[in-house]
């Protein structure tokens, strides 16, 4: 099975701050890379996939890039809203393996 | 506009067995794939099974092979999870959602419903 490490674990922002979530596969996976929002007691809500395409209606503040075993999710200009955890899915082989999660909190 | 919604999650003794459901509507339920995906509490995100949008293939996660059955009734716009021998290892919100795939795009889960609660507890 593909594994997916993310870093950091736990990130501590302020309103404004641009932030960043690495997400490394344990073997290539081309573009087959998802990121998706949690907040607590809700479902995962899709914010990128193919590695680097919004979702509709994702605003534009959220950018993802990387190919092969290293990702990025980028959010530039942190929002109130966007405090939650966000975790990484490759979808390159069958099982489609989860990374443990970033939370990313106020300061 | 698309919804999914899961019921039959409760609490089962060990060793039990339940079976859950996922309710769609608002799109042309035989045309996706459907997947189960399960978060035990305080954990991340797992990855349980995928059915076919035509159920003629089905995929499990190693951890629930052979004890867990995906299945789908696309005149009922249902989907099914009859999961048998639960464990501790097993409680969890399950949450069932559909699958998009392209050959440029790749895939992924684009609609997610609420979720289920399973506790395997004596």
């Known amino acids: 099975d593909i594994q997916l490490t993310q870093s950091p674990s736990f990130l501590s922002a302020s309103v404004g701050d641009r932030v960043s979530i690495t997400c490394r596969a344990s073997?290539?996976?081309?573009?087959?890379l998802v990121w998706y929002q949690q907040k607590p007691g809700k479902a995962p809500k899709l914010l990128i996939y193919?590695?680097?395409t919004l979702q509709s209606g994702v605003p534009s503040r959220f950018s993802g890039s990387g190919f092969g075993t290293e990702f990025t999710l980028t959010i530039s200009g942190l929002q109130p809203e966007d405090f939650a955890t966000y975790c990484c899915?490759?979808?390159?082989?069958?099982?489609?393996?989860f990374g443990p999660g970033t939370k990313v909190d106020i300061k | 506009q698309v919804h999914l919604v899961e019921s039959g999650g409760g609490v089962v003794q060990p060793g039990g067995s339940l079976r859950l459901s996922c309710a769609a509507s608002?799109?042309?339920?035989?045309?996706?794939?459907i997947h189960w995906v399960r978060q035990a509490p305080g954990k991340g995100l797992e990855w349980v099974a995928v059915?076919?949008?035509?159920?003629?293939?089905?995929i499990y996660a190693d951890s629930v092979k052979g004890r867990f059955i995906i299945s789908r009734d696309n005149s009922e716009n249902k989907l099914f999870l009859q999961m048998n021998s639960l464990g501790a290892d097993d409680t969890a919100i399950y949450y069932c959602?559909?699958?998009?795939?392209?050959?440029?795009?790749?895939?992924?889960?684009?609609?997610w419903g609420q979720g289920t609660l399973v506790t395997a507890s004596s």
């Open positions: 073997q290539g996976i081309s573009s087959s």
């Open positions: 059915i076919w949008h035509d159920g003629s293939k089905e």
């Open positions: 959602t559909r699958g998009v795939w392209s050959a440029t795009m790749g895939a992924y889960f684009d609609y």
């Open positions: 193919a590695a680097s």
């Open positions: 608002g799109f042309r339920f035989s045309s996706y794939a």
């Open positions: 899915q490759q979808v390159e082989t069958y099982p489609f393996t």
